[in-house]
Antibody, heavy 121, light 109 residues
Framework: EVQLVQSGAEVKKPGESLKISCKGS????????IGWVRQMPGKGLEWMGNIYPGDSDTRYSPPFRGQVTISADRSISTAYLQWNSLKASDTATYYCARPLAEVSGAYIDLWGQGTLVTVSS | QSALTQPASVSGSPGQSITISCTGTSSDVGNYNLVSWYQQHPGKVPKLMIY???KRPSGVSNRFSGSKSGNTASLTISGLQAEDEADYHCCSYAGRSSWVFGGGTKLTV
């Protein structure tokens, strides 16, 4: 089965670090982009950035550049989203998603189940 | 790139039709015919409803249709049903392997 499986919910304090994961299976992980999408409580979806595990080419949406780090370990078909110092405003559900390339329609055909990150003192 | 602009909310009665707009720029919506639409029920993962502006994935009702004019894409839902009540998000390819979402629209039936 083709799927993206994310790590579980996290509760953290402001200033702490965090790394959440997204494991792909059932397809060639290195041949597709993996994106990260933020959804703050009661709000819309926001594209944070994406990585191509085949060569680690990484793109960040301007609001998120410098705020998070996207990485991948192709040996275990897993992508990561990392924070060095969390803020209360990072409280959100984070989805990983597989967007198809431009030539294939550039739409998201696969989603992870979401990881709820709660940052509170 | 800036987020695409969607109305915060729209509403309609069962059986009616509604249209949700998604306005971008000449760098994203206007430059590519690669807008997709996602339906999201509370607490659920988004579901693809329209891709490449007007194409429907297998299994999506033909009551859902998409179009584009200039920098604005639109999602039309005809014959509204109670189950259509959800949030709808547009997403556009923005070049150089980047994507941008709209702010989302809450549909009340």
């Amino acid at each position: 089965e083709v799927q993206l499986v994310q790590s579980g919910a996290e509760v953290k304090k402001p200033g702490e670090s965090l790394k959440i994961s997204c494991k792909g299976s059932g397809y060639s992980f290195t041949n597709y982009w993996i994106g990260w999408v933020r959804q703050m409580p009661g709000k819309g979806l926001e594209w944070m950035g994406n990585i191509y595990p085949g060569d680690s080419d990484t793109r960040y949406s301007p609001p998120f550049r410098g705020q998070v780090t996207i990485s991948a370990d192709r040996s275990i078909s897993t992508a990561y989203l990392q924070w060095n110092s969390l803020k209360a405003s990072d409280t959100a559900t984070y989805y990983c998603a597989r967007p198809l390339a431009e030539v294939s329609g550039a739409y998201i055909d696969l989603w992870g189940q979401g990881t709820l990150v709660t940052v509170s003192s | 790139q800036s987020a695409l602009t969607q109305p915060a909310s729209v509403s309609g009665s069962p059986g009616q039709s509604i249209t949700i707009s998604c306005t971008g720029t000449s760098s994203d919506v206007g430059n590519y015919n690669l807008v997709s639409w996602y339906q999201q029920h509370p607490g659920k993962v988004p579901k693809l409803m329209i891709y490449e502006g007007s194409k429907r994935p297998s299994g999506v009702s033909n009551r859902f249709s998409g179009s584009k004019s200039g920098n604005t894409a639109s999602l039309t839902i005809s014959g509204l049903q109670a189950e259509d009540e959800a949030d709808y998000h547009c997403c556009s390819y923005a070049g150089r392997s980047s994507w941008v979402f709209g702010g989302g629209t809450k549909l009340t039936v």
